[in-house]
């Protein structure tokens, strides 16, 4: 089946929550550590997009797959050209292609809105993560060790860096 790729909305939110609290409850790809309802996940789909960033979705039929959004880099007004930009993925859909088709979207969009660079921040090790950055033209630019702590263990953050 084919996927598209189109904006959020309000009402994706509960499929957006049941994807990210995947990842919250048993990985180590993000750092929070308690799941989000799907209330907060509005909240914060409305906050991205009224700062004129893109948050998208992916879905094959009526079933979403992935999404993917920019946020602010930092909030000093120097960095306005650049982005922070995540990508998660329903499980089971890694290497299908998904991943690639939400992130050129992204990309396309942050282009046309004149961001001069996205930054990738990967929670470490995420081989499947890093492959598509780097697929896509992001280059790791630095690796911090050890700064997040999750399920009894210390992690790893790299930064992959893409000037658009």
Known sequence: ??????DAVSADAAAIAAIYNHFITNTIITFEEEPVTATEMTRRIVEVQGHQLPWLVAMAGNLMVG???????RVR?????????TVYLTPGR?????????YSQLITTLQ???IHTA??????P???SVALHEKLGFRKVA?????GFKFNRWIDVGYWELVL
């Open 143 to 147: 690796h911090l060790q050890e700064v």
């Open 112 to 114: 046309a809105q004149k």
């Open 77 to 85: 007004h120097a960095y306005r050209f650049s982005t922070e930009v």
């Open 119 to 124: 930054i990738g921040v990967i929670a470490l």
């Open 94 to 102: 890694e290497r299908s292609g998904n991943g690639s088709k939400l």
């Open 67 to 73: 999404y993917a959004y920019a946020t602010k880099w």
């Open 1 to 6: 089946m084919s996927v598209d790729v189109r």
């Open 126 to 128: 995420n081989d499947a």
